[in-house]
């Protein structure tokens, strides 16, 4: 009796398992891969970082589609904004391009992401990402203040041209705003603006009102808002007049062939799988044709456009050969700092390791602690070759991007203050503090005082 019990419950433990096991399965084949797609996806919040603050003209882009996903439940899972500014937008599209390829983090950048390529202030450009769509459009108008000489683009050209490097052309170094100018420059040969770094509209502006420029570029809705307190435009850089402002003449018209716009790309990173993109590229289209947003794009004077698939890639490619052709006069440049402060950190080491040798002339060898000091003696000499060394070598990875400045940073003044005080163990807690300043404080200095990008 007992046996046949015990065969029973064998044969129900088994059947248990079997289905558990069937189960399993079931439920494991219907979870994603890497590089598949779920039927339920998205799972989780989607994070789109803006690269620039909050409140600014591609905040509030996103903001406005962000709105309208969640009013018309256009997508299971929320749209999380994360403004991530800095460094002209890169330092917040390095940080998508690095994400994990999984559909839940996009960046939203205009083509700052093209103008940083050609500037020198990223070595990556619209290849690094997969491109999901091209929303909303917004043409640039080339102003002076309403008080100014200039009345059109020949008279401002030919002054150009007749006094090189006079004219103040106020602009965001590297960013959009500069390269209108330098299209300008491309369209009368010879013109040459003196170009100056203000910032965002509101700041090129007040500039402009100020009498401290003579003339920038500004999208058309910053104009239309700047309009009423004394800006005046010279010319419209779209194909044709804009309806909104149908008495500037466009710049083709003018006989200049400049034409420049600013839209909204939405960008995933690279080898995203193209079912996710499909499905991100479909939302924010449902999101553009509701009322809402065609509403709220009238009252910023864009221009509601959608672009995903090829129309996309080829706008991208023109667009980017626009740039290209106006990057062969070198930019601005600002000093290279972290070559500057790599030379001072290789000097002050230098000098560091010189001045812990030890000096027969000035220190009296005492007879009880000759051969602890004969020891340490006996390596000390190769301390200024080992700093030489590792400065060498903390360069050479920089250069060649194999390691971040932060984690490079941090181990190169932690290996050499162990280097320079004889790895007394009483020292690690000070080396570790000083290390972690120097990367953490360091990369601040460099991406948010001198927007420079660091690996």
């Known amino acids: 009796m007992q046996q046949n019990l015990v065969i029973v419950a064998m044969i129900l433990a088994l059947i248990v398992c079997g289905r558990a096991d069937g189960q399993s399965t079931s439920e494991a084949s219907t979870r994603s891969t890497p590089g598949t797609i779920s039927d339920n996806y998205p799972e989780q919040p989607i994070k789109v970082i803006v690269p620039f603050g909050?409140?600014?003209?591609?905040d509030t882009f996103v903001r406005i589609l962000q709105k309208a996903i969640k009013d018309n439940e256009l997508l299971a899972q929320p749209i999380v904004i994360l403004n991530v500014p800095g460094a002209g937008g890169t330092i917040g599209s390095r940080r998508v391009m690095e994400s994990e390829?999984?559909?839940?983090?996009?960046?939203?950048?205009?083509?700052?992401?093209?103008?940083?390529?050609?500037?020198?202030?990223?070595d990556y450009g619209p290849e690094a990402f997969e491109p999901v769509a091209g929303t909303g459009e917004v043409g640039?108008?080339?102003?002076?203040?309403?008080?100014?000489?200039?009345?059109?683009?020949?008279q401002l050209l030919t002054e150009a041209v007749a006094r090189p490097d006079e004219i103040v052309f106020s602009a965001n170094i590297g960013a959009p705003s500069h390269f209108v100018g330098l299209m300008l420059e491309n369209a009368k040969q010879g013109a040459r603006f003196r170009y100056t770094q203000t910032g965002g509209g509101a700041k090129r502006f007040a500039a402009l009102a100020g009498g401290h420029i003579d003339v920038s570029a500004f999208s058309l809705a910053e104009y239309m808002q700047f309009k009423s307190a004394g800006i005046r435009a010279l010319a419209y850089c779209g194909q044709t007049r804009h309806p909104s402002a149908p008495e500037i003449p466009t710049a083709v018209e003018q006989g200049f062939d400049v034409i420049a716009s600013i839209m909204q790309f939405w960008w995933a990173p690279k080898n995203t799988p193209g079912e996710k993109i499909r499905v991100l590229a479909d939302v924010l289209e449902k999101?553009?044709?509701?009322?809402?947003?065609?509403?709220?794009?009238?009252?910023?004077?864009?221009?509601?456009?959608f672009l995903t698939g090829e129309s996309?890639?080829?706008?991208?490619v023109k667009r980017e050969r626009?740039?290209?052709?106006?990057?062969?006069?070198?930019?601005?440049?600002?000093?290279?700092?972290?070559?500057?402060?790599?030379?001072?950190?290789?000097?002050?080491?230098?000098?560091?390791?010189?001045?812990?040798?030890?000096?027969w002339k000035?220190?009296?060898?005492?007879?009880?602690?000759?051969?602890?000091?004969?020891?340490?003696?006996?390596?000390?000499?190769w301390l200024a070759f080992v700093s030489m060394a590792g400065t060498a070598v903390y360069v050479l990875v920089m250069q060649m991007n194999w390691a971040g400045f932060r984690v490079s940073t941090f181990m190169f003044v932690?290996?050499?203050?162990?280097?320079?005080?004889?790895?007394?163990?009483?020292?690690l807690p000070m080396m570790l503090a000083v290390a972690l300043t120097m990367s953490l404080g360091l990369h601040f200095v460099f991406t948010n005082v001198f927007a420079i990008v660091l690996p």
Not at 104 to 114: K, S, V
Not at 312 to 316: G, I
Not at 365 to 381: D, F, H, T
Not at 414 to 427: A, D, H, I, N, P
């Open 101 to 122: 390829p999984d559909g839940y983090t996009l960046l939203c950048l205009h083509e700052g992401i093209i103008s940083a390529k050609y500037a020198g202030s990223a």
């Open 140 to 154: 640039n108008v080339i102003a002076v203040a309403g008080d100014s000489k200039y009345t059109d683009l020949e």
């Open 312 to 316: 996309l890639r080829q706008s991208l």
């Open 414 to 427: 932690f290996g050499l203050g162990l280097l320079l005080t004889s790895r007394k163990v009483k020292q």
């Open 287 to 305: 999101s553009m044709q509701t009322r809402q947003v065609q509403e709220a794009l009238r009252a910023i004077q864009t221009d509601n456009v």
């Open 362 to 381: 000035t220190t009296p060898l005492k007879r009880e602690n000759a051969e602890a000091i004969q020891a340490g003696y006996s390596i000390r000499p």
């Open 54 to 58: 909050a409140g600014g003209g591609s």
């Open 322 to 359: 626009r740039f290209a052709n106006v990057a062969q006069r070198e930019l601005t440049q600002t000093p290279n700092f972290p070559i500057l402060v790599l030379g001072i950190v290789a000097i002050l080491s230098l000098v560091v390791a010189f001045q812990t040798l030890p000096s």
